[in-house]
């Protein structure tokens, strides 16, 4: 006979799970014990539930393929949630495994109990709780698909009396539906936005990453109209590398190109991007909108011109009903603008660029007076060293910044980061997730100092199963965001502060590789013995906490900021 659990574990093998991500406990303990005699899926036990939930989404936005976590009753499950938002927001198809005190003792206040189909409401799209074997195996097919359709999770909930029951003899396998097949906008739509770039003479184009995978149709899209093109931190994958037309990202982590290329259009073609900063966004112009989602449609900025499909169908037939333009001054402007820009960024990435020049010795005096690390320097140490299939994973804020700016995602590399949720402590464990998708893939988790410390215990995780995660950490004693969000609003730093230990010596403490750098000449140096090593490397490196990421747009009111920040936080100190 087969039980409950059984029959979930085999299915999830056969549709190519390779490991399920938690921690064990009472009413999973059926599951776990079917994992364990279940060939070809890994049990991966983590410290903490929300490194299980991380991970698992950072495997499906990587594979494709649905991630899989679980925690057990109350508190485990509660854990996961933070994992899973990210999940929902990064539309990565997750299911999660959660445990339920028995049938009998549901609805009494049990001990630990909590109803999880109310816990999960809001970031599930699909949330059910197994009450008996008959339910199965239509309830996991309907989770398994709800996550594929909606591109989000689904919670299976099992009470701790069902895991182990049988299911009734003859019951069939569970089969998963098939994707749904990539649609191409309508016809009318089509000639409606073509007439409209056809007619316009500054195109701008802003790639997401629904097109990300559409590369030779962007491309096509680009040389017809002659258009530079924005790319959001999400599309840097696969639209980057030899791309004439990109000019880098916009936003608090953009650069002034990008800035140029919104203001001078008169068209602004939005493709597969639901970019949320609306200040961002020019005013003024002409847009046109391609999306999967139509309610993604004009919800950031006013829109003229719906497009409601997927980009390379929908793409590949607007290339036939559009005009070839002979005027490349709005492009050549914008990308002249870009690589005087990426000239400066490359002289800051110099370690020796406070050396250089007067003006690089008075920098360093003001901002860098104790010759800590730019953190500019290392990534660009990782840019020239990794290899050009590393999956990179970033911390939200400063780390994602130097990333954003100094990687290029050339070849087969890939990004992952809480870049919808926001979330800190996110890049160790997507890049355990990551990892244990190819144990000889490099992969690399920039992390910041404030995030790794949270989900510190994960790094042990590494250790155990044999996971050679290079971690790099910019090691500022800060809360950077926060410290550059006070400052630009005129505030003293306050409470961003982190009294770090020797990070380097708790990672080795952990059973992990590990070196502490203080130099910036050596920083070259210590990439590569990280990256050579066959084993978990975590690197800590001694960086800057003065060193700001100005955006693209600055104004009078932020430059007095910052004045006003630094001079409190000076009669502050004396």
């Known amino acids: 006979m087969t039980d409950v659990a059984e029959l979930i574990v085999a299915a999830l093998a056969e549709h190519g ?233 916009s936003g608090l982590i953009g650069n002034p190109s990008t800035r140029k290329a919104f203001d001078d259009c008169d068209t602004l073609f939005l493709i597969g991007t639901d970019f949320p900063y609306r200040d961002w966004y020019p005013q003024g112009k002409t847009v046109i909108s391609l999306n999967s989602r139509a309610g993604h449609i004009g919800r950031r900025t006013p829109v003229d011109h719906a497009l409601v499909g997927h980009a390379g169908p929908t793409l590949r037939a607007l290339a036939d009903l559009l005009d070839t333009k002979d005027d490349t001054d709005h492009l050549r402007s914008a990308t002249d603008a870009y690589a005087g820009w990426l000239d400066d960024q490359a002289e800051l990435a110099d ?84 990892q244990a998708l190819d144990r000889g893939r490099q992969v690399i988790a920039n992390c910041g100092d404030g995030g790794l410390m949270m989900l510190l215990g994960d790094l042990r995780t590494a250790v155990t199963y044999r996971l050679p995660v290079t971690f790099v950490v910019y090691d500022n004693g800060r809360l950077g965001m926060v410290k550059l969000e006070q400052e630009q609003g005129g505030l003293p730093e306050f409470g961003t502060e982190l009294d770090n230990p020797d990070l380097s010596a708790v990672a080795a403490s952990l059973g992990l590789r590990s070196r502490r750098v203080t130099e910036a000449e050596d920083v070259d140096t210590a990439v590569r013995e990280a990256l050579a090593h066959d084993g978990p490397y975590l690197l800590d490196f001694v960086t800057n906490p003065d060193e700001i990421a100005l955006p693209p747009r600055t104004t009078a009111a932020d430059a007095w900021g910052f004045a006003i920040a630094k001079s409190k936080e000076f009669l502050e100190s004396r």
């Open 17 to 249: 799970v390779r490991q399920v991500w938690g921690v064990v406990g009472d009413a999973l303990n059926p599951v776990t014990d079917a994992i364990r005699r279940q060939e070809g899926i890994e049990w991966i036990g983590v410290r903490h539930e929300e490194a299980a939930a991380f991970a698992a989404g950072a495997q499906a936005q990587l594979s494709g393929r649905i991630g899989v976590c679980m925690g057990t009753v109350g508190p485990g499950s509660i854990h996961l949630l933070n994992g899973l938002y990210d999940a929902k927001k990064s539309h990565a198809p997750v299911l999660a495994l959660c445990g339920q005190v028995p049938t009998p003792d549901i609805g009494t206040d049990f001990f630990q109990e909590v109803n999880n189909d109310v816990l999960f409401a809001d970031v599930a799209d699909f949330a059910q709780t197994i009450t008996s074997p008959g339910q199965l195996p239509q309830l996991l097919e309907q989770a398994v698909n709800t996550a594929y359709a909606e591109g989000g999770v689904a919670v299976l909930t099992l009470p701790g009396d069902v895991g182990s029951l049988d299911i009734p003899r003859g019951t069939r396998p569970p089969h998963f539906a098939p994707r749904a097949a990539q649609v191409t906008a309508p016809e009318d739509q089509l000639t409606e936005a073509a007439r409209a770039l056809n007619a316009a003479e500054k195109v701008t184009l802003l790639v997401g990453c629904g097109a990300a995978g559409d590369r030779t149709e962007v491309l096509t899209i680009a040389e017809r109209l002659k258009a530079p093109m924005v790319l959001t931190l999400k599309a840097k994958a696969g639209l980057e590398a030899d791309n004439p037309y990109q000019l880098g990202q």
């Open 351 to 434: 370690p020796d660029h406070d050396d250089r020049t007067w003006l690089g010795k008075l920098r360093g005096k003001a901002d860098n007076p104790e010759g800590l690390i730019r953190p500019e320097v290392v990534a660009a140490a990782l840019d020239r060293h990794a290899a050009t299939d590393a999956v990179f994973t970033t911390d939200t804020g400063m780390s994602t910044v130097w990333i954003s700016r100094f990687v290029q995602l050339r070849g087969d590399r890939q990004l992952i980061g809480s870049y919808n949720l926001g979330s800190m402590a996110n890049a160790m464990p997507q890049a355990l997730g990551a």
